[in-house]
């Protein structure tokens, strides 16, 4: 899946539309924050799992501590 990267104007807007105004100074790190990490989820979607179960399905083996000091 590809998309433009987001805006310094785009990442106000959006940032006022979740109720969250940001001051002018910060548009440009919070867009430039927004892209980073929109392009490390897109390399983790792109990760084949294949026969990998699901977290849930991982059972840590019981283990009995001795407490003796």
């Known amino acids: 899946m590809s998309c433009t990267e987001l805006t310094p104007s785009e ?13 002018p ?6 867009a430039a924050t927004v892209n980073h ?5 897109a390399v ?3 990760l084949d799992f294949g026969d990998t ?3 849930g399905a ?3 083996r019981e283990e009995k ?3 003796a000091v």
């Not at 940032?15 to 001051?23: D, E, F, N, Q, V």
């Not at 100074?25 to 919070?30: F, G, L, P, S």
């Not at 990490?37 to 989820?41: E, F, N």
């Open 25 to 30: 100074d910060r548009h440009a790190a919070v």
């Open 44 to 46: 983790l979607r792109e």
């Open 37 to 41: 990490i929109h392009a490390v989820v």
């Open 65 to 67: 501590h001795d407490a």
């Open 58 to 60: 991982y059972r840590a």
């Open 53 to 55: 179960p699901p977290a």
């Open 11 to 23: 990442a106000a807007r959006w940032a006022a539309r979740a109720g969250l105004p940001l001051p």
